[in-house]
């Protein structure tokens, strides 16, 4: 069982702008906020900082919370996923970025893993089972994990969840963590078990197909309105001709055999936002854009 962390301490808090530990996993508890040296009925999440070796709050309105709040920290989800890997019987392995598997900007955490095993053929690549966890300590968003899939040649994350189904969230609230290592392992079983419906909505991109540079254009226009996503035609025009970011970083195993199609223009786009981007925000756009591009290839 993975107890959840309940320490608060009545101490005074301030607030700093920088990340204050680089280490995702570091020391992290709850403080009472004070007010004029009097105690508050909010409670603070606070990392320590490995300068002052000090306790410090967290950078956001966001770490602010009422008492009933419980913490799950970046080691507890670490945890929960190690324990959810090894009752699914896969053998999911780091996806490395960096020399790392995780994302810390101080604020935000996320840890990526794939199972080979999990495999399915499209005819211009394989693509693998991957899940990301995903947690906050600035009230920017749940526990949370997501699946995606990804291309076996490069570590683009193809995120969808049109075919891979909704995110799992839960909040800070809980009590312990065997109930989320069960509910969290039974997803995972079942994603994999259906893996390959993924197959009808891979062959609708690769069937649908834009209409020389104005049908691009008019693509781009409805995607960025409709979507709300950040794309710059330039430097997706560039990936999708081979002189873009898997070019530069001499991604050899990276082919685009049909620029005009759905399929290659989502991958493309994947590209950007796993090497360009990154992250979790890189994660999110992928998702946008696969997703808008799939309603927009059914109804074609």
């Known amino acids: 069982m993975v107890q959840v962390f309940d320490q608060t301490a009545a101490v005074p808090t301030k607030r700093v702008s920088a990340m204050l530990n680089p280490d995702p996993f570091c020391p992290v508890q709850l403080a009472v906020i004070e007010h004029r040296g009097k105690p508050t009925d909010r409670i603070g999440v606070e990392v320590l900082n490995p300068t002052t070796n000090e306790f410090e709050l967290i950078p956001r309105s966001g770490s602010i919370h009422s008492r009933g709040y419980r913490l799950v920290t970046n ?16 053998n999911f392995r780091p996806l490395m970025k960096n020399g790392s598997n995780t994302f810390w900007d101080g604020k935000k955490f996320a840890e990526r893993w794939y199972a080979p095993e999990v495999n399915m053929s499209t005819g211009a690549s394989t693509m693998m089972l991957g899940i990301e966890m995903r947690n906050s300590y600035d009230g920017t968003s749940q526990v949370r994990m997501a699946f995606f899939a990804m ?4 570590t683009n994350q193809f995120h969808s969840t049109n075919i891979l189904g909704e995110p799992y969230e839960f909040a800070h609230y809980m009590s312990g963590g065997g109930d989320y290592i069960r509910n969290i ?29 104005q049908g691009f254009l008019d693509l781009r226009k409805r995607m960025v309105e409709e979507a709300k996503v950040d794309l710059r035609e330039k430097d997706l025009l560039d990936e999708l001709s081979g002189r873009g970011i ?19 223009i989502a991958n493309a786009y994947t590209a950007l936002t796993t090497h360009d981007v990154g992250g979790i925000r890189g994660s999110d756009q992928s998702a946008k854009v696969v997703d808008w591009l799939v309603q927009d290839a059914c109804r074609a």
């Not at 291309?151 to 490069?154: F, G, R, S, V």
């Not at 055999?257 to 290659?264: F, I, K, T």
Request: hydrophobic letters at 35%.
């Open 75 to 90: 080691k507890q989800l670490h945890d929960i996923t190690q324990a959810v890997i090894e009752k699914t019987g896969y």
């Open 246 to 264: 898997t070019s530069e970083l001499k991604l050899t195993d990276v082919k685009y055999d049909d620029p005009s199609s759905y399929w290659d």
């Open 151 to 154: 291309h076996l040649a490069c």
């Open 185 to 213: 392992s039974e997803r995972i079983l079942n994603s994999a078990g259906q893996f390959g419906r993924m197959a009808p909505a891979v062959k609708q991109l690769q069937a649908s197909h834009v209409d020389g540079f």
